[in-house]
């Protein structure tokens, strides 16, 4: 820490333009930031690195008025500034490209990039608009994409370069730009690339956030990196190494939290043959043997997320073929891939995966009112006692049982989640999207135990997750995919975190 | 302005008023395309259109303004009592009161992050009360006999006063929607509040304004329709939602937000009332016209819940990263 | 071993529980009830029999609606302009089959109610419809069709079949007794089947429902099933009581009910509520209503105390 902080003084007796200090963020029991400091100088490309959960969004966002930090001050041109709102934020020119993309879908592409600019007229002289609009998207290699089209119509890669270019247009001093690249082809990075050096030509700071080494060392000059929500260097980008860097963000993988891996054979379990996901994922196909765990990865956009939901039925227009255990699963029908064995715990635990407002204990047997028809008489004792069986089998404690599930910590509530399908003999297939997002390292071990123990008794589970220690950790055969197709796969031991970055960024067209 | 949809949601309405219009001439002859049945459109034109076009915004910005209906009974009442001396004093009075109360049921669902649903059902359930209050739960005649004529009489061809101003209306918000940055800023709410706060847009007082706006247009057609009628009762319009609610649907507005043109929304005015004005021209009788209303009503809905669906889906297929935006029923 | 990952709150709660029920809203709830008995005691003419009975019969109607009302938003789906539609149309129903027997007439009004508000169920639970609008549209239909089929005129009870409905039962006047049962039953649905559970949770978070294998839709169809059968039984009675079936029975019902539902405490936006809470939701607005009426208060001021009072709860209720 020291030495982040000796860093720390030097640069600020160079004038910094902006200086984070002491930030800290708290959400409910997840401390998301804590102490993190940074600072940017006029004209400076600096890098935020880290894995996911680090807290580099969740940074971002408190500098633009998105989110309010709980702790710390912000520092700009040598005054403090308190942004509550992003428009605060646009009027001292400082403007964030986020990583959940902010297009609204039934705007035009014009309508979309001059959304919100405080520079707009209020009547618009829609010739001078149009022309400014277009020489961004040209500058930006888009000048392909219609001005007067649906913003809806467009491929996420579009959707991204129209964000960018709606920060283009205003005036920006600071310009941070959260995982830009993830769904870009090479020819637009390249001249996104182009753009950003530019831009810091002419003065413009940028803050980059991005997973991709590579553009690290193209563009950057400094680097933050960031791990579990504090900085743990501050260094410029020209004495790092890739391996070096790759050691920070990751730090030391804590041996005794992931259980032992599943080495033995069998026959196919569970088959995907050609899925295909519109607009997502194309010709996907895998197969997993009994007590096997695997997991799919890559970045935003690889399409991982939407194979998992399609096998879990939540897709409506995917097509392909999928069995589990000798039987075919239609897709599209969540119930039918219910009643044939698979289960699905939601990535998205407070929307899609726990009932938040309802007691913890009527999360963990809420199957059984899925299950009895509807005149069966519920016993509530023998409810609670089915739960509490299950809570100890799911190492939750028994005294939270009684709590309102938004309430419990996100680990806690990741157990509610998994543990409804322990007790389930019909169980056969678990189906998981970043099952330990948001979640502390205790509890993740837990849930990795409770995984591993579920895949013991002869059943699978097949996962997607862009946390890679975890994927090299945990699962026992990984699939690597990029743009909605799956590079290769892997089984244990034979990947390491370099052939997994590489493979999810810039796979290569012929590998050793 | 999203522009495509020009080519379908905003003219469909006319095409089908068109359709419509051939169908209701070859049943009817020359009762039904004639000059009083085209007039008797228009002056329905006047109230439903307004309060119409109220319903139809605070739908585009993915809310619902229930208590147009109390808005507009209430206005009524306000403008014949206040108005015995002065019809404009009556007029400017129930304009204000519209104002008030759609200001503060917005400021209420801004604020204190209440549903829209909610806020406007007591709205409307108290407004309708004070009505009650006001006229002591009798209907009021209007002193003033000649200002019906005056507002009704036609100023040039079948178009009368009330017709002209409830156009105004619609011709004022077009132009603000299609000619100022007011218009995407409205659309980017409906269409995903979230986004369009992080892009900068004040959504807070975006909302504020279309419910101040709602009640206001709906006071104006209130206090006009009592001028009309020369009277106003507190229990006359109990069901002007179904075809206001109809009209937008029909016009292109979503009950998701983001879509729908104030033109659009006229078109489906005009649609319904020729409907209605064609079917009483042939003789059919007002309930079974109510009955036609639901089910055009219900096909709208269906229709449009399943395109929400559809659209929910495709938001979500397209790869959204983090945490895919949910639209669910927030009305 | 467990992780100790949660907040101290969490960690006790008893204590915390405890605290939390002593809200404001709780509080708030408290002086109204004790404020409205005060008035209600202090009101002269409010013990005689003639007032418990007519406050105790009119509460009988609008609770049996406002209890079908209870399903609809616990289902997550707001609330059903329709309901008092439906009520009237049951009660022509109810009327029109009495030549075949007593029993066989309420089946008949009970199931075609229930059934007309399936089918709204369906057409919003399925296609997912927004529940306000298809209301809104049956009520014209239902309307426009009744008035169509009875050419506007109500139809007369001219036995006396009917009458037993009319009377108590022991001391408490039938329709009461109605209610109440009504009430258990629809308690006992909603926390001891699973189909009950199965509503709740629909209405708490339907995306989460679906994500599980169950659906959705098919709860939701069963919240208007029901809430077309307790208006049914709403309509049996007031049919009963009235000697008639008619158009008019029904108009506004929906309002009272809603304000019944939301004023016991059930959330609009699903998920959260109870019948027992709509019991005592219709009870309080009943004996308001009975305050106002014997102190002299028109029928205006009692329409503005509903819509200011449900008004208020809404705003209350934010969490």
Redesign the interface.
């Known amino acids: 820490m020291s030495a982040v902080n000796d860093k720390l003084a030097q640069s600020q007796t160079r004038n910094p333009l902006l200086s984070m200090r002491g930030i800290g963020k708290t959400y409910g029991e997840v401390r998301a930031l804590r102490d993190v400091s940074l600072t940017l100088a006029a004209g400076e490309i600096r890098a935020i690195c880290g894995e996911n959960g680090a807290g580099k969004s969740t940074l971002v966002k408190a500098l633009t008025g998105i989110v309010a930090p709980d702790e710390g001050e912000v520092w700009l041109d040598g005054k403090q500034v308190h942004f509550t709102v992003p428009k605060d934020a646009q009027a001292h020119g400082i403007n964030l490209v986020s990583q959940e993309l902010s297009i609204c879908p039934d705007l035009s592409v014009l309508d979309n990039i001059w959304l919100g600019a405080l520079s707009l007229p209020f009547f618009h002289r829609k010739a001078e608009l149009r022309a400014r609009a277009a020489d961004t998207l040209k500058r930006l290699g888009a000048g392909h994409i219609t001005l007067d089209g649906l913003a809806g119509r467009l491929s996420t890669g579009e959707r991204q370069l129209i964000e960018i270019a709606r920060m283009l247009v205003r005036d920006t001093r600071i310009l941070i730009l959260d995982e830009p690249t993830a769904t870009l082809s090479d020819k637009e990075i390249h001249v996104l690339m182009s753009a950003l050096k530019s831009l810091r030509a002419h003065g413009t700071s940028i803050l980059y956030i991005t997973h991709r080494l590579g553009e690290v060392f193209e563009l950057c000059d400094h680097a933050t990196v960031m791990r579990g929500g504090t900085v743990v260097a501050d260094q410029a980008v020209a004495d790092l190494t890739r391996d070096r860097l790759i050691e920070l963000m990751l730090g030391r993988v804590l041996g005794h939290m992931f259980p032992e891996h599943h080495i033995a054979e069998g026959a196919t379990f569970f088959a995907i043959n050609r899925l295909n996901v519109p607009g997502a994922a194309h010709d996907v196909g895998l197969s997993l043997t009994e007590g096997q765990i695997m997991c799919l990865t890559g970045q935003l956009g690889c399409g991982a997320d939407e194979v998992i939901r399609a096998v879990a039925g939540l897709v409506s227009h995917a097509s392909g073929r999928i069995t589990l255990d000798g039987e075919d699963i239609p897709l599209g029908r969540p119930e039918v891939a219910r009643r044939r064995g698979v289960r699905f715990v939601s990535g998205d635990r407070a929307e899609e995966g726990v009932f938040i407002d309802r007691p913890a204990w009527e999360n963990l047997v809420a199957p059984r009112f899925v299950e009895r028809s509807g005149a069966r008489l519920v016993h509530n004792r023998a409810l609670r006692n089915e739960a509490a069986a299950l809570a100890d089998r799911s190492t939750l404690a028994r005294h939270r049982l009684p709590v309102r599930t938004g309430d419990l910590s996100g680990g806690n509530q990741q157990k509610l989640a998994f543990g409804r399908n322990i007790g389930d003999g019909a169980a056969k297939l678990i189906l998981m999207i970043e099952p330990t997002r948001g979640i502390d390292v205790g509890a993740r071990a837990e849930i990795y135990r409770l995984m591993r123990d579920f895949c013991e008794r002869g059943c699978a589970i097949l996962m997607a997750s862009s946390d890679f220690a975890e994927v090299l950790g945990i699962a026992d055969v990984v699939a690597t995919m990029f743009r909605g197709e799956v590079v290769k796969t892997y089984k244990t031991g034979h990947l390491d975190m370099t052939r997994l970055i590489a493979d999810v960024t810039h796979p290569e067209e012929e590998d050793a | 302005m999203p522009v495509s949809l020009l080519h379908s949601a905003t003219f469909r309405p006319y095409i089908l008023m068109v359709v419509l219009i051939a169908i209701l001439g070859k049943l009817g002859g020359e009762r039904v395309v004639c000059s009083r049945t085209l007039y008797s459109v228009l002056q329905q034109f006047s109230l439903l259109g307004p309060v119409a076009l109220a319903l139809g915004l605070t739908m585009m910005i993915r809310h619902f303004d229930l208590s147009v209906v109390g808005t507009v009974t209430l206005a009524g009442c306000i403008a014949v009592l206040a108005g015995a001396q002065s019809p404009i004093l009556g007029l400017a009075l129930a304009a204000l009161a519209g104002l008030s109360a759609g200001a503060v049921q917005g400021t209420l669902i801004v604020r204190l992050r209440l549903s829209s649903i909610a806020v406007t059902l007591g709205g409307m359930l108290t407004l309708i009360g004070v009505a009650y209050l006001l006229t002591g739960n009798r209907e009021v005649a209007y002193a003033n006999r000649d200002i019906a004529r005056v507002v009704d009489s036609a100023l040039f061809g079948p178009f009368s006063l009330r017709f002209v101003i409830a156009a105004g209306v619609f011709v004022l918000a077009g132009a603000v929607i299609g000619r100022t940055r007011l218009g995407p800023q409205l659309y980017s709410v409906g269409s995903d509040p979230k986004a369009a706060m992080v892009a900068g847009v004040p959504t807070g007082a975006i909302v504020f304004a279309v419910f101040a706006l709602s009640g206001l247009i709906c006071a104006i057609a209130g206090a006009l329709l009592s001028f009309s009628l020369a009277a106003a009762s507190p229990s006359a319009l109990s069901n002007i939602l179904v075809p206001a609610a109809a009209a937008a649907i029909i016009g292109g507005v979503s009950i998701g937000g983001g879509r729908g043109t104030p033109v659009g929304i006229a078109g489906g005015v005009l649609l319904l009332c020729c409907l209605q004005s064609g079917l009483t021209a042939i003789g059919v009788a007002p309930f079974l016209q109510d009955v036609a209303t639901g089910c055009v009503l219900l096909l709208v809905a269906v229709m449009d819940g399943a395109e929400l669906s559809r659209r929910f889906e495709d938001l979500k297929r397209v790869v959204v990263p983090v945490r895919p935006k949910i639209s669910g029923s927030s009305v | 071993?467990?992780?100790?990952?949660?907040?101290p709150?969490?960690?006790q709660?008893d204590f915390a529980?405890l605290k939390a029920r002593i809200t404001l809203g709780n509080a708030v709830t408290l002086l109204a009830v004790l404020v409205l008995a005060a008035l209600a005691l202090a009101t002269p003419g409010f013990l005689s029999m003639p007032a418990i009975r007519s406050l105790v019969t009119t509460v009988s109607f609008t609770g049996c609606v406002a209890i079908g009302m209870t399903f609809i938003t616990l289902s997550?789906n707001?609330?059903s302009f329709s309901l008092g539609a439906s009520l009237s149309a049951a009660t022509l129903i109810f009327v029109a089959t009495l030549g075949a027997g007593l029993w066989p007439a309420i089946l008949a009004a009970v199931l075609f109610c229930a059934a007309l508000n399936a089918l709204q169920g369906w057409?919003v639970g399925y296609?997912?419809?927004?529940?306000?609008?298809?209301s809104?549209?049956?009520?014209?239909?239902i309307?426009?069709?009744a008035?169509?089929v009875t050419g506007?005129r109500g139809l007369y009870i001219l036995t006396n079949v009917a009458a037993g409905l009319k009377g108590n039962l022991g001391p408490i006047p039938g329709p009461f007794a109605a209610f109440a049962i009504c009430m258990l039953i629809a308690q006992l649905i909603l926390?001891?089947?699973?189909?009950?559970?199965?509503i709740v949770?629909t209405g708490?978070?339907?995306?989460?429902?679906?994500?599980?294998?169950?659906?959705p839709w098919k709860a939701v169809v069963?919240a208007y099933a029901l809430a077309g059968l307790f208006t049914g039984v709403a309509a049996v009675l007031m049919a009963a009581r009235y000697g008639s079936g008619d158009l008019q029975h029904g108009i506004g019902m929906e309002?009272s009910a809603?304000?019944a539902v939301?004023v016991g405490g059930t959330a609009?936006?699903g998920?959260?509520g109870s019948f027992l809470r709509t019991f005592l939701g219709a009870l309080f607005i009943a004996v308001l209503q009975s305050v106002l009426v014997l102190r002299g208060f028109?029928?205006?001021?009692q329409?503005?105390?509903?819509?200011?009072v449900?008004?208020?709860?809404?705003?209350l209720?934010?969490k």
Do not use: H
């Open positions: 071993m467990n992780s100790d990952t949660d907040l709150r969490a960690a709660p529980a997550g707001l609330m057409i296609f997912r419809a927004n529940p306000i609008i298809v809104m549209a049956s009520f014209a239909i309307t426009g069709v008035t169509a506007g926390s001891r089947t699973a189909l009950g559970r199965r949770l708490t978070n339907p995306r989460a429902m679906l994500a599980m294998g169950a659906e069963w309002y809603i304000a939301l609009i936006e998920g959260r028109s029928t205006e001021w329409r503005f105390g509903m819509g200011a449900v008004l208020l709860v809404i705003l209720q934010r």
